[in-house]
């Protein structure tokens, strides 16, 4: 198992109990009236389309949880590149608690392999340059420790895990700031009063780069800015503050926001617009 997924297995299994709560609320019914409860049998998890693993460990815990009787053999574990047609695990145990585990193992297997590959995409896409494809917040309710974990997999970083994080100062922030007559200068220095954490200012505009680096910021996220904007920043800024890229990343554009000379692209899309691998359970006949 990862390090950091076994660091965090105490929530993890809080989440899996919250999905197996809302699956079997009321039990199977369609299982409880057709399998005997005794009835041994097998199972294979197959692999439908090619991709990059994510959350094998966690559809095992699924199985454990709904019947600790059931064995489950991984073979291939997170982080592999995998393609159609592979088995990634084997099962074994009452057909009828395998049936009820079913749907939530898949759920979060084909969900964070989704995630993995999409990351491993944009992580291809940069290869060779000297930037870090990064996510955001724009995480499922309760699934952000795992939705970054797949990131991680597919080869991306986290920005930030929670927004006790890192400091990052958006245009609401110094909005609802303005009411006190403060500005941006104002913001920075309460945000070094109050942590010792590096302060990121959102900017939407080359001309508020100046602006943020003379009031000391660490890191500049540039908001939607057009390419050309991007490469003014980096000229500008000169190494005096990190740039970030952010809002409009695609597959399509996100080499040419590298090569602009940012230092870190976030995207949101990683998490909450992947399109899940498909995964399939297979009950083995005689």
Known sequence: MDKSLAASWKQVQEIIDRALAEDLASGDVTTEALIPPDLEGKAFILVKGDGVLAGIDVAKEVFIK?????????????????REGDVVANIEGRVASILKAERTALNFLCHLSGIATETARYVEAVSGLKVQITDTRKTMPGMRILEKYAVRLGGGKSHRQHLGDGILIKDNHLAALRFFGLGLKQAIGRARQSSTLKVE??????????????????????????????????????????????????????????????DLISVGALTHSAKALDISLEIETE
């Open 66 to 82: 709904v019947d600790p009787s059931i064995r489950v053999e991984v073979l291939i574990q997170d982080s592999a590149k995998v």
């Open 201 to 262: 200012v959102e900017v939407g505009s080359v001309g508020e780069v100046e602006k943020a680096l003379d009031a000391g910021a660490d890191i500049l996220m540039l908001d939607n800015m057009a390419l050309a904007d991007m490469r003014q920043v980096v000229e500008i800024a000169g190494g005096r503050a990190l740039i970030e890229a952010s809002g409009g990343i695609t597959l399509g554009n996100v080499r040419s926001v590298a090569e602009a000379g940012v």
